[in-house]
Nanobody
Framework: QVQLVESGGGSVQAGGSLRLSCAASGYTYSSYCMGWFRQAPGKEREGVAA???????SYADSVKGRFTISQDNAKNTLYLQMNSLRPEDTAMYYC????????????????????WGQGTQVSVSS
């Protein structure tokens, strides 16, 4: 059973930075897709970024140039470096994963992922 545990959320002022981490365990697949999603109150959960086992990355237009997704395979940890944060980035951020395949062109859809973490809150004040 794949388990995902996020950490690193917090409160920052606009223009600040945060790095989210997602510790993954319980799988040994050679191919996988892992992503970060976020959900603001009253809004749908949206895909932020994804990375697969060969290191290919994808980003939502709203975060390109500001956020960077990366992974440390030795630590089984996924990261999301968030710079130049804006108040509209305020949301609960979730780590997600699916195994046995690379990320598809639909990486931003919730249905692409079978496993989810519990979320970590990010709040950006103006």
């Amino acid at each position: 059973q794949v388990q995902l545990v996020e950490s690193g959320g917090g409160s920052v002022q606009a223009g600040g930075s945060l790095r989210l981490s997602c510790a993954a365990s319980g799988y040994t697949y050679s191919s996988y897709c892992m992503g970060w999603f976020r959900q603001a109150p009253g809004k749908e959960r949206e895909g932020v970024a994804a990375i697969d086992s060969d290191g290919s990355t994808s980003y939502a237009d709203s975060v390109k140039g500001r956020f960077t997704i990366s992974q440390d395979n030795a630590k089984n940890t996924l990261y999301l470096q968030m710079n130049s944060l804006r108040p509209e980035d305020t949301a609960m951020y979730y780590c997600s994963a699916d195994v046995g395949h690379f990320c598809s062109g639909m990486w931003y859809q919730r249905t692409e992922y079978s496993y989810w973490g519990q979320g970590t809150q990010v709040s950006v004040s103006s």
